[in-house]
């Protein structure tokens, strides 16, 4: 069963910056594609990024999110980023990682809605606010 760790959410105000981590645990993250989802109170789970298994040669990114937030991977520590900036109070929520087995290293990175994503950890509060 996957397991991750999410760490790096707070309190920051509008404009501001924080990196996200996600770490695994029992498995070898660069076999895996990893995405980052998002839930804000009353909100149904969203998609925000997604990076590539192995190298993360490729990235998605939802529209709400392009140009502030950039998505990262470092297979040496298990851990895959990302990186968040200018926030928006609409930023505001509970950031979930996700990953997805890419047994033949495809490039492809299947969407958000794809059922296969899986290993929902506990998650880590960002709240953006003045």
């Known amino acids: 069963q996957l397991r991750f760790s999410e760490s790096g959410g707070g309190l920051v105000q509008p404009g501001g910056s924080l990196r996200l981590s996600c770490s695994a645990s029992?498995?070898?993250?660069?076999?895996?594609?990893v995405a980052w989802f998002r839930q804000a109170p009353g909100k149904e789970r969203e998609g925000v990024s997604s990076?590539?298994?192995?190298?993360?040669?490729?990235?998605n990114f939802a529209d709400s999110v392009k140009g502030r937030f950039t998505i990262s991977r470092d297979n040496a520590k298990n851990t895959a980023y990302l990186q968040m900036s200018s926030l928006k109070p609409e930023d505001t929520a509970i950031y979930f990682c996700?990953?997805?087995?890419?047994?033949?290293?495809?490039?492809?990175?299947?969407?958000?809605?794809?059922?296969?994503?899986?290993?929902w950890g506990q998650g880590t509060q960002v709240t953006v606010s003045s």
């Open positions: 996700a990953a997805l087995l890419d047994p033949y290293s495809s490039e492809f990175i299947p969407p958000f809605y794809d059922p296969a994503w899986s290993g």
């Open positions: 990076i590539s298994s192995r190298d993360g040669t490729n990235a």
């Open positions: 029992e498995f070898p993250l660069r076999l895996y594609h």
